[in-house]
């Protein structure tokens, strides 16, 4: 089945330095991805849509200079916490989607990131 | 837009007892239906998924779940819960034409010995 990678699985960084994690889809090609955030014991709040080789879909209230996701290609999207601080720290999802709506969501398996 | 409530945020049984999840959805059109459970620290993972055909979903790990338009409901089912199933739940639904996943809060599921 459709299996996608995220990387790194945790990771804990200075207030103030940048953090990027990476999400592959390893079996098949991304049209779509998204990112989401999850706060403890809470559902998954979609932060952007991101289409390969193009610019990315910023739900309202995301600050898209904080998040930057980059979709180079149809297999490796990445988001980058810039400047990261505390209120930052959350566990971030990605998911993948092939080409037909009904193909369903495929997600990876999150990060958990702790700013210091 | 599309839409799913989930009601009661914890749900404990018996271990061996049935399991049941409730599910409603609202859409402007047919929709595709998914659970997924998610276990401490990790992703979602897909459990079952409605798209067309049969409405009765049969999915991994002994679920099922019902499609039934007139409730505009997608109940989740497992007949005998084991203590593996303790985790968190999460329906969802999308559109035909709709990028968006739009989520349920979830239910956390308890199984007691």
């Known amino acids: 089945g459709a299996v996608v990678s995220q990387h790194p699985s945790r990771v804990i960084c200075k207030s103030g330095t940048s953090v990027k994690i990476e999400c592959r889809s390893l079996?098949?090609?991304?049209?779509?991805m998204f990112w989401y955030r999850q706060f403890p014991k809470q559902s998954l709040m979609l932060m952007a849509t991101s289409n390969e080789g193009s610019k990315a879909t910023y739900e309202q209230g995301v600050e898209k200079d904080k998040f930057l996701i980059n979709h180079a290609s149809l297999t490796l999207s990445t988001l980058t916490v810039t400047s990261a601080h505390p209120e930052d720290s959350s566990f971030y999802i990605c998911?993948?989607?092939?080409?037909?709506?009904?193909?369903?969501?495929?997600f990876g398996s999150g990060t958990r990131l702790t700013v210091v | 837009a599309q839409s799913v409530t989930q009601l009661g945020s914890h749900v404990s049984v018996s271990e061996g007892a049935l399991v049941l999840l409730r599910c409603n959805y609202s859409s402007s059109v047919p929709p595709y239906l998914f659970w997924y459970v998610q276990y401490p620290n990790q992703g979602l993972q897909l459990l079952l998924k409605?798209?067309?055909?049969?409405?009765l979903v049969k999915g991994i790990n002994g679920f099922e779940a019902e499609f039934k338009k007139s409730e505009t409901s997608f109940h989740l089912t497992k007949p005998s819960a084991h203590m593996s199933d303790a985790a968190e739940y999460f329906c969802?639904?999308?559109?035909?034409?709709?990028?968006?996943?739009?989520f349920g809060k979830g239910n956390q599921v308890v199984v007691i010995p």
């Open positions: 409605y798209t067309t055909g049969a409405t």
């Open positions: 079996d098949f090609q991304a049209t779509t």
């Open positions: 998911s993948a989607r092939g080409g037909r709506p009904a193909d369903g969501y495929t």
């Open positions: 969802a639904v999308s559109e035909k034409g709709n990028n968006r996943l739009a």
